[in-house]
Structures are given as C-alpha cells and as structure tokens.
C-alpha cells in the first residue's frame, strides 16, 4: 500500500461551503473598521449603487456604497479624493475576492477638502456661475428682506438687530439647517422658493435675500460649499448676500452671491442704509436744491433785464407802425379810382379794335345748325316711339290669344272643388260639390252617384257646341 492511499481525517469542503465559511471569518473579525486611502475607479450603474476602490501606495481594496447609503453620504465619490470611511469587510464568492461594504464617508484632512473645493470652483467659474456681468445690483432701501439661516442660532438675533438700528425693515426668515446632512438642499431650497414667491401674493417677495452662518471649521461650512447651494445663488433673480462664517472665511457661494460679506451683522449694513445718515442727506441736499434753484432765478433775472433794456420803445414802434397805416390807407383810397379808369380804357381799347359782324353771322349759322338737327332729333324720337307701340300691341294680343279666358270662350270650361282648386282628374266620389267655370260665368254642379265621370255616357251636344259635362 503506497503512503497516498492512506485514509485521511482532513475534512472535505464543497467550493460553496468553504467560501461561506470564510466570509462569516472575515466579517466576525472586521464587522466595523475605519480604512483611509485614495479612491481609484468609482463606478455608478444604473442600480444606483457605487462601486470603487481605495488604494495606497502598495495595496488596493474593493468597496461597495449601496444605494441607500448614497442619498445620506454627503458628498459625491471622485476618483483621485482622498477619503476615511466606515463600514465592514465581506467576500464576494463570486470572484473569490473581499471588499468593504461602506456606510460613511468623509474626506480626509484639511487638504483633501481644500483641494475639492478648488477643482470645484475652477469647474463652476469656467461655466460661468461667477461672471460678475450676470449678478444683479442691489436694492438702495430693499422694502422686504429674505434671511436663509437657523432660527435658533445668534445670526438671525444678530440681523434683526442691526436692521433695527439702521432701518427698519420687513424680514422673511426661512429657517434651514446650516450644517450637517441634509443642509445644502434645504439651502437651495430655501433660495428657490424665494425666487417662486409672485409678485403681489399673499407671501411678500423679498427684494433682497441674506444667506447667513456664523463661524465654524471648514468642515461645518461645507453645506455652503456644495453645488447645488452655489447653483441656485448664481440663479437667483433676488439680488443676494453672502454671509458665511467670519471674515477669514470663504466659501463658494460667496463667488456667486451678488456680494460678500464678511459676517452676518455685515450683510445686515450692507442691505439698508442707517436712516438718520438718509435724513441728513435728504436735508442737506434739499437745501442745496434751494439755493442752486434761487441762483438760477437770480442769474435769470438779471439775463432778462439785460436784454430787456436792448428792446427799443414800445410806443414809439406802436406810433411808427399806426403812421404807417394811414399813410398805406390814403394811398390805397387814391388808387383806386385810378386803377378802375385805367381798366376801362384799356376795356375801350380792347372792343373797338374787335371785329363784330363775322362773330354775329358766326353765332346765327351755328343757331341754325342747331335747330335743324333738333327737329331732325325729335322726328326719329317719334318714330322709335311708333315702333315700340305697335311692337307692345303684337306682344298683348299673343298674350291675350293665350290666356285661359280665350280658350274658354273656344267652347273649353274648367273645374273647381269646393276648396277653390283646380279639378285635373275625372275620379271622384259621388256627392262632391264642384264648379264648372265657361266663358260666360260659373255653375255649381254635384258629382252623381258613379265613381268615375268618364264612365257616363255621352250627351248629344247642345246648339252651343259645349257637351254635357255629366
């Protein structure tokens, strides 16, 4: 017997069974650890769950973020960020590989984060989200305010109490978390249902909007950061102020914002004017409005009695021109018996030198001429009225020759029912009563007792040529 045929007491495992065996190993050994490494490839299929990797220097582990974690995990993996995340280990029998299954995921260390931010605001600002051309003014005395900030914290305290030292005025507060998940959206939800109030609704619509946080690590301000709260600043119709940490804070909204300011009491001076500095100016230049108004009518003044004392006398131009018209007046009366006897003469001259006797044989030749044609119009006028008459006499007898009187008094008759309608048929019931109607008037007759009157015979005819109808 060779030495491996020898019974053995090692046991023997199915593939199936030794892969379940080491995946309940390793997730009873590792069920929470925390990995930090640099994501590789992220892949997102349409499931909706991530897969990637991390790696260092020497090694690389699979990972998996399922679906539902994703909507939670504050930020969107990228290949090349540095991140720590939780979660467990696990095989995958499949591909006889492990992986850790994910539930959180931050990024790692100050500069990870500051190295997203900027590959995020070079990719926003090449879209244009910050050209200042597209930010509208502010507002000089905006009537409404709109502050997205928490209710609970001293910025809303802060801004209500600066606006009320330097103007007054009404405040919409939309209260959002300004940290934590979930905070962008509502961020970004708060400026767009801003922008969606109408015009003239029950809800007043701000004329300017403040976006406000107070101080905190770049990791708490990074709802502020993200990019859907930088979309819809750079969206927003409602000029808007940023006012996000302290002064040494910068955040990308700040970059879309119409203007930055360093706190929130800031963006409070920067949104109204102080009321009495208003006051004082109005004063001062209202004074000044007076006293330019009064020089100028002073300078008017004496421009007008400097070109009045130019003018000449007024009663000597009356006199010149009254002088005038008496003298146009007496020579217009002169001239004009002058101007009729001139006329005449010239009216004399003109007639004797005409030639009368041609232009008198001219008139009676063309006189005569006229009354011949005339009487040559009025002949032909009678005639055509001769043709027309005997014409309309032909047309009234072959008119008459065709009526139905003529033809009765050719011995023909007609017959009425008692409704007054003509009688076309020889069917009828006895009894009937009917009018016959001839050429010299109308007889009623009764039908007798035979259905049809066709069916009686014949009477001879009378001395007239009529027959009896029945």
């Given at each position: 017997?060779?030495?491996?045929s020898?019974p053995s007491?090692?046991?023997?495992?199915?593939?199936?069974?030794?892969?379940?065996?080491?995946?309940?190993?390793?997730?009873?050994?590792?069920?929470?650890?925390?990995?930090?490494?640099?994501?590789?490839?992220?892949s997102?299929?349409?499931?909706?769950?991530?897969?990637?990797?991390?790696?260092?220097?020497?090694?690389?582990?699979?990972g998996?973020v399922?679906?539902?974690?994703?909507?939670?995990?504050?930020?969107?993996?990228?290949?090349?960020?540095?991140?720590?995340?939780?979660?467990?280990?696990?095989?995958?029998?499949?591909?006889?590989?492990?992986?850790?299954?994910?539930?959180?995921?931050e990024?790692?260390?100050?500069?990870?984060?500051?190295?997203?931010?900027?590959?995020?605001?070079?990719?926003?600002?090449a879209?244009?989200?910050?050209?200042?051309?597209?930010?509208?003014r502010?507002?000089?005395?905006?009537?409404?305010?709109?502050?997205?900030?928490?209710?609970?914290?001293?910025?809303?305290?802060?801004?209500?109490?600066?606006l009320?030292?330097?103007?007054?005025?009404?405040?919409?507060?939309?209260p959002?978390?300004?940290?934590?998940?979930?905070?962008?959206?509502?961020?970004?939800?708060?400026?767009?249902g801003?922008?969606?109030?109408?015009?003239?609704?029950?809800?007043?619509?701000?004329?300017?909007l403040?976006v406000?946080?107070?101080?905190?690590?770049?990791?708490?301000?990074m709802?502020?950061?993200?990019?859907?709260?930088?979309?819809?600043?750079?969206?927003?119709?409602?000029?808007?102020?940023?006012a996000?940490g302290?002064?040494?804070?910068?955040?990308?909204?700040?970059?879309?914002?119409?203007?930055?300011?360093?706190?929130?009491?800031?963006?409070?001076?920067?949104?109204?004017?102080?009321?009495?500095?208003?006051?004082a100016?109005?004063?001062d230049?209202?004074?000044?409005?007076?006293?330019?108004?009064?020089?100028?009518?002073e300078?008017?003044?004496?421009?007008?009695?400097?070109?009045a004392?130019?003018?000449?006398?007024?009663?000597?131009?009356?006199g010149?021109?009254?002088?005038?018209?008496?003298?146009?007046?007496?020579r217009?009366?002169?001239?004009?018996?002058?101007?009729?006897?001139?006329?005449?003469?010239?009216?004399s001259?003109?007639?004797?030198?005409?030639?009368?006797?041609?232009?008198r044989?001219?008139?009676?030749?063309?006189t005569?001429e006229?009354?011949?044609?005339?009487?040559?119009?009025?002949?032909?006028?009678?005639?055509?009225?001769?043709l027309?008459?005997?014409?309309?006499?032909?047309?009234?007898?072959r008119?008459?020759?065709?009526?139905?009187?003529?033809?009765l008094?050719?011995?023909?008759?007609?017959?009425?029912?008692?409704a007054?309608?003509?009688?076309?048929?020889a069917?009828?019931?006895?009894?009937?009563?009917?009018?016959?109607?001839?050429?010299?008037?109308?007889?009623?007759?009764t039908?007798?007792?035979?259905?049809?009157?066709?069916?009686?015979?014949?009477?001879?005819?009378?001395?007239?040529?009529?027959?009896?109808?029945?």
């Open positions: 017997m060779t030495e491996t020898l007491n090692t046991p023997e495992f199915s593939v199936s069974e030794l892969s379940n065996a080491l995946k309940r190993t390793v997730e009873d050994a590792f069920g929470f650890v925390k990995v930090r490494g640099e994501l590789g490839r992220v997102v299929p349409r499931s909706g769950h991530c897969y990637l990797t991390l790696k260092d220097e020497t090694a690389v582990l699979d998996v399922w679906k539902g974690v994703m909507a939670r995990l504050g930020l969107v993996p990228e290949e090349g960020m540095e991140v720590v995340v939780t979660g467990k280990l696990t095989t995958y029998p499949g591909k006889s590989s492990y992986q850790i299954v994910i539930d959180s995921m990024l790692a260390g100050e500069g990870a984060l500051l190295k997203l931010l900027e590959e995020r605001r070079r990719r926003l600002a879209e244009g989200l910050f050209d200042p051309a597209r930010k509208p502010l507002p000089f005395l905006p009537e409404v305010i709109g502050v997205v900030t928490s209710p609970t914290g001293a910025v809303i305290r802060d801004i209500l109490h600066r009320a030292e330097r103007f007054p005025r009404y405040v919409l507060l939309w959002v978390l300004v940290q934590g998940a979930g905070a962008a959206e509502q961020i970004a939800a708060a400026i767009n801003f922008n969606a109030l109408p015009e003239g609704g029950p809800v007043p619509r701000p004329d300017l403040i406000a946080r107070g101080g905190g690590s770049l990791e708490d301000l709802a502020f950061n993200e990019e859907v709260v930088v979309r819809a600043a750079a969206a927003s119709r409602i000029p808007l102020i940023s996000v302290h002064e040494t804070d910068t955040t990308l909204i700040d970059f879309a914002a119409a203007l930055r300011a360093p706190t929130p009491t800031a963006a409070a001076e920067k949104a109204v004017p102080v009321r009495l500095d208003v006051l100016q109005v004063t230049d209202g004074a000044r409005l007076d006293g330019a108004i009064a020089r100028l009518l300078e008017r003044g004496v421009r007008l009695e400097g070109l004392r130019g003018l000449p006398d007024l009663d000597r131009l009356l010149e021109a009254a002088q005038r018209l008496d003298d146009r007046a007496e217009l009366g002169n001239a004009l018996p002058a101007l009729v006897r001139e006329k005449s003469h010239r009216l001259a003109v007639a004797g030198g005409l030639r009368l006797e041609p232009l044989q001219d008139i009676a030749r063309k005569s006229t009354a011949r044609l005339s009487e040559r119009l009025g002949g032909a006028y009678q005639r055509f009225l001769q027309g008459e005997r014409h309309l006499i032909q047309l009234g007898d008119l008459e020759g065709n009526s139905y009187e003529s033809v008094k050719r011995g023909y008759a007609v017959v009425w029912d008692d007054g309608r003509l009688v076309t048929s069917q009828a019931a006895p009894g009937l009563a009917w009018t016959v109607e001839m050429a010299d008037g109308k007889t009623p007759v039908v007798g007792a035979t259905s049809s009157v066709s069916a009686k015979p014949k009477a001879k005819a009378s001395s007239s040529g009529q027959g009896d109808l029945f």
